[in-house]
C-alpha cells in the first residue's frame, strides 16, 4: 500500500516561551508563577531555570534559519503572557509586542507558517498573587484580554491560534500534585482550575469570533494532552477503568467543546466537587474550537482498581487516581524513552481513532509527539537511531489511523531545540539540537527526517 500523507498535510515543530526565550526580565517582561517557582530550592532539577533558556529571545534570525535549513514548513510557539502583560492585566509591554512581531515577521518571510500558542503554563505572577491564579474567578476575564491584545496585534499574519496547551498540566501537575507552578496540592483545587480554564478558552474564542475572524480569516482551537489507556485484559471491568481514565484525561476537557458538559463518569464520581457551567456557559464553550489540538506521547494499560487500588504515577495518571479507581502499568516488552515514557506507536492510533468516533470525526492537528533519549556525539555526529526508530513508528501509526477514517491534517514534533524541561531542568533531550553552556547550536543527525518527510510526502 502506498504510503503517502495529504499534500496538504502540515508539518512542523514546537516550543514553548519559557522553555527557549529566555530574557525573563528584560525589556519590560513581569514575571511567571514559572520564574517564581524555579526560585524555590528543590522544586527543580539542578535547581535549574528558564533565566537563559536557549537565548531564543536574542536569537530570532539564528533560529528561524535553522528552521528554513531542515525544510520546517510550519512552527508552533507560544506567547508569554507576562512579556505582553506584565502584570497580567492594564498597561501593554510594547517591547514584548516588537519582540513577537519581529518572530513573526522572520518566519513569513522564511515561508514559515506562524502557529501561536497563547497560554503555556507561564502566567503572570501578579495574578496567582491578586486573584489566585487558574482558582480565581476573574482569571477568564483576563485571559480573554490578554488574548484580545494579541489578536489585534498579530491577527493580521497569524491564521492559526491555540488558546491553551494542555489543561490537564496546568490543572493537575500545577494545581493537584504541586510539582509543576504554582505547587499548589490539593484534591479538589485540579477541577476548579480546569473549569476556568474551559472558561478562559471560550471567552478568548469568542472575542477571537466576534472581533477578528471575518476580517482576518484565521482559526483557533485548543490543544489537549492525552496517552492511550489500554485495557490490562478483556475483563469488562478493565475495558470500562480503561474508559474511564481516558475520560478523565481527556473527555474532561474536550466533552465540554464538542458534547456541551463534563463527561457523565466525572460527574457521578465527583459530585459537587465538580463545578457546574451555566446554560449561558454551556452554549459559550460547546463548539469553542476550529479543530482538535492533541499532545500525544505514550501509552499504559489500564486495570480496575475498585478493590485493589495502587498508587499511581505523577505523570502516568489521567487525573486523581483515587478518583477513578484505575491502576496503571506498562509492559515489560515496550521500550523506553528516557523519559520512562514507553514507545507504542499502535496507542497513537487507537487514540486517534476513539477521538474521531467520540467527536464526530473533528479535524486533528496533532501539536506535539516526540520523544527524549540521551543520545551521544560519535565522531561529530549524534547516534540517534532511536529517535529516527520512534519517529518512523508513530508516523506509520498517524497514517493508519488516516487510512481508518480519522482526519489528521497536521504534525508538531516535540520539540524544535533542546530546552528547559520544566521540573527536570535540562537534562531530558526532546529536541532537534544540542544546547551547550556556551548556547551554541549543534543540529543533530537526524534533522533530515523533516527535509526528507516534507520532500517525499510519506513515511522515511
Avoid at 496538504?8 to 515543530?13: A, C, L, T
Amino acid at each position: 500500500m502506498e504510503k503517502k500523507f495529504p499534500k496538504d498535510f502540515i508539518w512542523g515543530g514546537a516550543t514553548s516561551s519559557y522553555q527557549i526565550e529566555g530574557a525573563w526580565n528584560e525589556e519590560g517582561k513581569g514575571p511567571s508563577i514559572w520564574d517564581v517557582f524555579t526560585m524555590i530550592p528543590g522544586k527543580v532539577n539542578h535547581f535549574e531555570n528558564g533565566n537563559i533558556a536557549c537565548d531564543h529571545y536574542h536569537r530570532i534570525e539564528e533560529d528561524v534559519a535553522l528552521m528554513k535549513k531542515i525544510g520546517l514548513r510550519a512552527y508552533r510557539f507560544s506567547i508569554s503572557w507576562p512579556r505582553i502583560l506584565p502584570a497580567g492585566r492594564g498597561q501593554v509591554n510594547q517591547k514584548g509586542i516588537d519582540f513577537y512581531n519581529k518572530l513573526i515577521n522572520e518566519l513569513v518571510a522564511n515561508d514559515i507558517t506562524p502557529w501561536v500558542t497563547l497560554y503555556h503554563w507561564d502566567l503572570p505572577a501578579a495574578l496567582e498573587f491578586e486573584i489566585n491564579g487558574w482558582l480565581g474567578e476573574e482569571i477568564s476575564d483576563a485571559f480573554a484580554e490578554y488574548a484580545d491584545v494579541c489578536f489585534a496585534a498579530f491577527g493580521d499574519r497569524v491564521k492559526n491560534w491555540i488558546t491553551i496547551n494542555e489543561s490537564w498540566v496546568v490543572a493537575i501537575l500545577g494545581y493537584g500534585l504541586g510539582v509543576f507552578a504554582p505547587g499548589k496540592k490539593s484534591m479538589d483545587y485540579p477541577y476548579q482550575a480546569g473549569h476556568n480554564l474551559l472558561k478562559a478558552h471560550a471567552k478568548a474564542v469568542a472575542t477571537y469570533r466576534q472581533k477578528y475572524q471575518s476580517t482576518q480569516h484565521g482559526r483557533i482551537g485548543i490543544t489537549n494532552n492525552c496517552d492511550w489507556r489500554e485495557p490490562l485484559t478483556e475483563s469488562p471491568a478493565d475495558k470500562a477503568a480503561a474508559e474511564r481514565a481516558l475520560e478523565f484525561f481527556l473527555a474532561w476537557f474536550a466533552d465540554p467543546i464538542y458534547k456541551g458538559d463534563y463527561p457523565p463518569c466525572m460527574k457521578e464520581r465527583l459530585g459537587s466537587r465538580l463545578p457546574s457551567f451555566t446554560a449561558a456557559e454551556k452554549n459559550m464553550i460547546k463548539g469553542s474550537s476550529d479543530f482538535f489540538g492533541l499532545n500525544h506521547y505514550t501509552t499504559m494499560y489500564a486495570a480496575d482498581a475498585t478493590h485493589n487500588r495502587e498508587k499511581g504515577s505523577v505523570y502516568g495518571n489521567g487525573g486523581l487516581s483515587e478518583d477513578q479507581d484505575v491502576n496503571l502499568s506498562v509492559s515489560p516488552d515496550w521500550k523506553m524513552t528516557s523519559m520512562q515514557w514507553a514507545i507504542v506507536p499502535w496507542g497513537c492510533k487507537k487514540l486517534l481513532m476513539w477521538i474521531d468516533a467520540r467527536y464526530d470525526h473533528p479535524e486533528i492537528i496533532i501539536t506535539e509527539n516526540g520523544c527524549a533519549f540521551n543520545e551521544s556525539l560519535v565522531e561529530g555526529k549524534v547516534d540517534d537511531h532511536e529517535r529516527i526508530q520512534f519517529f518512523q513508528g508513530y508516523l506509520a501509526a498517524i497514517q493508519e489511523a488516516i487510512r481508518g477514517g480519522a482526519d489528521v491534517k497536521g504534525y508538531f514534533i516535540w520539540s524544535l531545540m533542546d530546552n528547559f524541561e520544566w521540573a527536570l531542568g535540562y537534562d531530558k533531550r526532546f529536541g532537534i539540537t544540542y544546547i551547550d553552556q556556551d548556547l551554541t547550536r549543534i543540529p543533530k543527525a537526524s534533522a533530515w527526517w523533516y527535509a526528507s518527510v516534507i520532500e517525499q510526502n510519506e513515511v522515511i
